[in-house]
């Protein structure tokens, strides 16, 4: 039980990798809140982990709206009485297709888009600090993106935010080094989740998409799973990584290195077969 009698809030938790690490956490013996802007996917998480022994409790949390934070916040500290672990999961391009190159979107989804994917992350790190600090104990956890550092697709407002985290969660280390809070990174690889659905919808079109970008993206040649990224995360929020902070670990199958030498061009692909 590496997380026993722990205290995690994991934002974006309904689905995908913030479930997977609900589940991680929960079955180390953590107790969790999850949290996302969907409700019913969130009470259907913690339902599935009370079922299965685990304590959670779910919280409607949209990271954007300060209001829902802090009752959030308040929520969890009046069922669990403490916060020790905050997984800043919740982020993507919700309600936009993929393309994000220059001269593509206006100021407002600019904004949207850094809104979800950074100044929401700062937000509910603000809102957790204070109970951390008087403990002087806490693990932060940031998600970013394989292209905040190698991008093979044009996303500028997605990757420019998910760059900012990795620098976010740097100065929370040293500023946050004193207190014995720790922060650390994860950038993911291409992860197969709900996330790729406003991109291709589940089928054999995305089927062979994911087995080309693998095939030529991906050193071990396959799509990550929320578990391998879960897997991580317990690491970097347990006591397994006590002297880690300010950290970037790469989960990709072991990109951004080349596993043939081409650069896989998402975007030309897409284009190719009219998907896009
Ligand atoms: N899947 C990938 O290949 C991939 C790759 C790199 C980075 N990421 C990042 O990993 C994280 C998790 O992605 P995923 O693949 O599990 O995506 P997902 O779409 O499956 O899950 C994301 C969750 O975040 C929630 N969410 C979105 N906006 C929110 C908001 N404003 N407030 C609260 N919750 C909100 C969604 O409702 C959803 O449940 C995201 O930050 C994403 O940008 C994903």
Excluded at 51 to 60: F, I, Q, V
Aim: charge should be negative; charged fraction near 20%; include cysteine.
């Amino acid at each position: 039980m590496l997380l026993k009698d722990k205290v995690a809030i994991i934002t974006g938790g309904a689905k995908g990798m913030g479930r997977g690490i609900a589940h991680k956490f929960a079955a180390e013996g953590c107790s969790v809140a999850v949290c996302d802007i969907d409700v019913a996917g969130v009470r259907a998480v913690a339902e599935e982990i009370k079922a299965s022994g685990g304590k959670a409790l779910s919280a409607r949390m949209d990271i954007t709206k300060s209001s829902e934070i802090e009752e959030t916040v308040a929520k969890v500290l009046d069922e669990f009485g403490t916060i020790d672990i905050l997984v800043n999961n919740a982020g993507g391009v919700p309600g936009t297709h993929a393309t994000g190159a220059s001269g593509t979107f206006g100021e407002d989804e600019w904004d949207r888009i850094v809104s979800i994917n950074l100044k929401g992350p700062w937000m509910v790190t603000e809102a957790v600090l204070p109970v951390m600090k008087e403990k002087r104990t806490g693990a932060l956890l940031f998600i970013s993106s394989m292209g905040a550092v190698s991008p093979v697709v044009s996303v500028l407002h997605y990757h420019s935010a998910k760059a900012g985290v990795i620098g976010l969660s740097l100065n929370l280390a040293f500023e946050l080094a004193p207190f014995n809070i720790r922060s650390n990174t994860i950038v993911p690889g291409p992860i197969e989740t709900p996330f790729w659905d406003s991109l291709l919808p589940a089928g054999p079109e995305r089927d062979a998409f994911f087995s080309a970008l693998s095939k030529h993206e991906v050193p071990l040649e396959r799509m990550g799973s929320a578990e391998d990224i879960a897997g991580a995360a317990l690491f970097l929020c347990s006591n397994l990584s006590s002297f880690v902070t300010g950290q970037t670990l790469c989960v990709a199958g072991g990109q951004p290195m080349m596993s043939n030498g081409a650069v896989f061009n998402i975007e030309r692909y897409l284009k190719e077969r009219g998907l896009l």
